[in-house]
T-cell receptor
Framework: DSGVTQTPKHLITATGQRVTLRCSPRSGDLSVYWYQQSLDQGLQFLIQYYNGEERAKGNILERFSAQQFPDLHSELNLSSLELGDSALYFC??????????FGPGTRLTVT | EDQVTQSPEALRLQEGESSSLNCSYTVSGLRGLFWYRQDPGKGPEFLFTLYSAGEEKEKERLKATLTKKESFLHITAPKPEDSATYLCAVQTGGYNKLIFGAGTRLAVHP
């Protein structure tokens, strides 16, 4: 158990809809990272937050957004969903860079 | 641009057949190199961190080594339970986030 929690575990929704994925980092970790992993694909970095502020952006679509709240939990919002957005979404946390602790992931299926 | 390349993409071994996975990197200022293991449908699980050329770390049947341009993950006498995807990542300057390679899918058959 990494100490990082993600909810929900599974999500099935229709095209065009909007969903919110939630992540609680390990106690004491200030950085939160979001990754997307499609079938048989590597980890694609989406975005990083540090202590409530956006710190780095990867290949995140404009339809996706994220935020980190004062209690350090983070949410990833995916809107106008397309079939190609079906993937595993991982959250990871770290104190401030370096070793990242990964959550169990949320499996999103868009039908 | 910082880049991490892992080879081979996939590797099939017989139980007991030792081999090595490669991670080559091109980064401006390496601060650390990380190895993770990922089982299907699960989050990556941390294995090792290496910080300087010449450093080695061991855990059970796995040994990670680091040079100035690449890292190797040596698997000695693997077992079927070692089957997984092995991910390499580098930490560079700036905001310290990790840059991941595409991974090597390892299958160990009895």
């Amino acid at each position: 158990d990494s100490g990082v929690t993600q909810t929900p575990k599974h999500l099935i929704t229709a095209t065009g809809q909007r969903v919110t994925l939630r992540c609680s980092p390990r106690s004491g970790d200030l950085s939160v990272y979001w990754y997307q992993q499609s079938l048989d694909q590597g980890l694609q970095f989406l975005i990083q937050y540090y202590n409530g502020e956006e710190r780095a952006k990867g290949n995140i679509l404009e339809r996706f957004s994220a935020q980190q709240f004062p209690d350090l939990h983070s949410e990833l919002n995916l809107s106008s969903l397309e079939l190609g957005d079906s993937a595993l979404y991982f959250c990871a946390s770290s104190v401030d860079g370096g070793r990242e602790y990964f959550g169990p992931g949320t499996r999103l299926t868009v039908t | 641009e910082d880049q991490v390349t892992q080879s081979p993409e996939a590797l099939r071994l017989q139980e007991g057949e030792s081999s090595s996975l490669n991670c080559s990197y091109t980064v401006s200022g390496l601060r650390g190199l990380f190895w993770y293991r990922q089982d299907p449908g699960k989050g990556p699980e941390f294995l090792f961190t290496l910080y300087s050329a010449g450093e080695e770390k061991e855990k059970e049947r796995l040994k990670a080594t680091l040079t100035k341009k690449e890292s190797f993950l040596h698997i000695t006498a693997p077992k079927p339970e070692d089957s997984a995807t092995y991910l390499c990542a580098v930490q560079t300057g700036g905001y310290n986030k990790l840059i991941f390679g595409a991974g090597t899918r390892l299958a160990v058959h009895p």
